[in-house]
């Protein structure tokens, strides 16, 4: 995925006690406005708390350690099925427009899953990266509040930031340009998209069977594991038993074959019928008192 942000520089002190005490006035701060993970900065004023529940905090929860729960965030969401189906649409819908190679006169167009050529406008580029902000917040944005709470607000979270949790950006030549913001419109309508429900389908379906294979395969080494270290433990025995250490000696001087590997499991077999022969011995013993 290509949502990545590019690094804050060199993180400053804050300038909230000072601010506080009246000594200076709010100012701009820079921060970046994609939501979606794209590089760019903006001059925007340094949020208060609303109604979502958001709370301002001093040195705990600063533009630098808000901007670091929004890269994590965005990286959890993009492994999410829904996440990474959004995604999709608007990484191509991004790639096309940025790269010049993919537009028919003024028509911009992306491949999508099935190779077909699918044309979009900037108003689908906006309404795909709406609707991703949109889920991305309702997800992993909820996520992090919930995490920031239970920590005593001594953890940061990039909802506490109008232009991380808010700002809808596009990437148009080279730059993020601010095309929407949720405190003004939640409306994002329908928009091209990079795949079908049989393409994400066929994805899960191929990740769930993956995933089974080594499960499977971790219960077979498991098996094997436990199997060898019975037959190490019947072999101990097999050798201290006066009955059949004799028999143990001769079969593994044998060369190797598939008589051998016979005679030894008739071997192991005895001693296992040794073994149930004594645990009953033990049960019916009778007591001595």
Same mark, same amino acid.
């Given at each position: 995925?290509?949502?990545?942000?590019?690094?804050?520089?060199?993180?400053?002190?804050?300038?909230s006690p000072m601010q506080q005490k009246g000594l200076i006035n709010p100012s701009p701060v820079e921060m970046a406005t994609s939501s979606t993970g794209s590089s760019s900065t903006a001059s925007v004023t340094k949020p208060a708390a609303s109604s979502m529940g958001i709370r301002t905090?001093?040195?705990?929860?600063?533009?630098?350690?808000q901007r670091n729960d929004f890269e994590r965030? @965005?990286? &959890?969401?993009? $492994?999410?099925?829904? +996440? %990474?189906?959004?995604?999709?649409?608007?990484?191509?819908?991004?790639?096309?427009?940025?790269s010049g190679q993919f537009k028919?006169?003024?028509?911009?167009?992306?491949?999508?899953?099935?190779?077909?050529?699918?044309?979009? @406008?900037? &108003?689908?580029? $906006?309404?795909?990266? +709406? %609707?991703?902000?949109?889920?991305?917040?309702?997800?992993v944005g909820?996520?992090?509040?919930?995490?920031r709470g239970a920590s005593g607000g001594q953890q940061s979270s990039y909802m506490d930031s109008?232009?991380?949790?808010?700002?809808?950006?596009?990437?148009?030549?080279?730059?993020n340009i601010e095309v929407a913001n949720l405190k003004e419109t939640q409306d994002f309508a329908d928009y091209p998209t990079f795949g079908d429900d049989a393409?994400?389908?066929?994805?899960?379906?191929?990740?769930?069977?993956?995933?089974?294979?080594?499960?499977?395969?971790?219960k077979k080494q498991t098996e094997d594991v436990k199997r060898m270290e019975s037959i190490g433990e019947l072999q101990k025995q097999i050798r201290a038993?006066?009955?059949?250490?004799?028999?143990?000696?001769?079969?593994?001087?044998?060369?190797?074959?598939?008589?051998?590997?016979k005679e030894f499991a008739k071997l192991l077999e005895l001693q296992k019928q040794a073994n149930k022969a004594a645990q009953s011995s033990e049960v019916t013993k009778p007591s001595t008192n």
């Open positions: 995925m290509a949502f990545k942000m590019a690094p804050i520089g060199k993180k400053k002190c804050s300038y905090f001093v040195g705990a929860n600063d533009n630098e350690t965030r @965005t990286k &959890d969401f993009n $492994k999410t099925p829904e +996440g %990474r189906r959004l995604a999709d649409s608007v990484n191509a819908m991004g790639t096309a427009l940025n028919e006169g003024s028509n911009y167009f992306f491949k999508n899953s099935a190779g077909e050529t699918t044309y979009f @406008t900037e &108003d689908d580029y $906006k309404n795909a990266s +709406g %609707r991703y902000v949109m889920a991305k917040n309702a997800s909820k996520k992090s509040l919930e995490d109008d232009a991380l949790r808010d700002v809808i950006s596009i990437s148009k030549g080279g730059k393409y994400y389908q066929g994805i899960a379906d191929k990740k769930a069977a993956k995933e089974a294979d080594e499960q499977a395969y971790i038993n006066p009955e059949l250490s004799s028999q143990y000696k001769n079969i593994a001087s044998m060369p190797s074959s598939d008589y051998r590997k």
